[in-house]
Nanobody, 121 residues
Framework: QVQLVESGGGLVQSGGSLRLSCTAS????????MGWYRQAPGNQRELVAS???????NYADSVQGRATISRDTVKRTIYLQMESLKPADSAVYYC???????????????WGQGTEVAVSS
């Protein structure tokens, strides 16, 4: 039904930057929330950043000031720009889409397969 494909992960040195991309197979201009989650081995999956179709953004405290989430509805893509990367940022990053229906019981959640980010010290 819906596919989310992440790209842009890789190995980067501490202090470097990275830009992650997530392209959806469906239009993302309608009412929804999209975001980036990450999960390191042994850790819970945590929300890094989210953006609503109205443009509102939220960031985890751990990346506040170092991350920017944005979207391009024409390209059906959201981005996560990460700056001043730390080894603690190392994780698999997952793209997420939650469609918002008029009734919340019809909301749907979709996940990408993830892209790995490894930050070396």
């Amino acid at each position: 039904q819906v596919q989310l494909v992440e790209s842009g992960g890789g190995l980067v040195q501490s202090g470097g930057s990275l830009r992650l991309s997530c392209t959806a197979s469906v239009d993302i201009s309608s009412r929804n929330v999209m975001g980036w989650y990450r999960q390191a081995p042994g850790n819970q999956r945590e929300l890094v950043a989210s953006i609503t179709s109205g443009g509102s953004t939220n960031y985890a405290d751990s990346v506040q000031g170092r991350a920017t989430i944005s979207r391009d509805t024409v390209k059906r893509t959201i981005y996560l720009q990460m700056e001043s990367l730390k080894p603690a940022d190392s994780a698999v990053y997952y793209c997420h889409l939650r469609t918002l229906a008029l009734s919340s019981k019809y909301d749907r959640n979709y996940w990408g397969q993830g892209t790995e980010v490894a930050v070396s010290s």
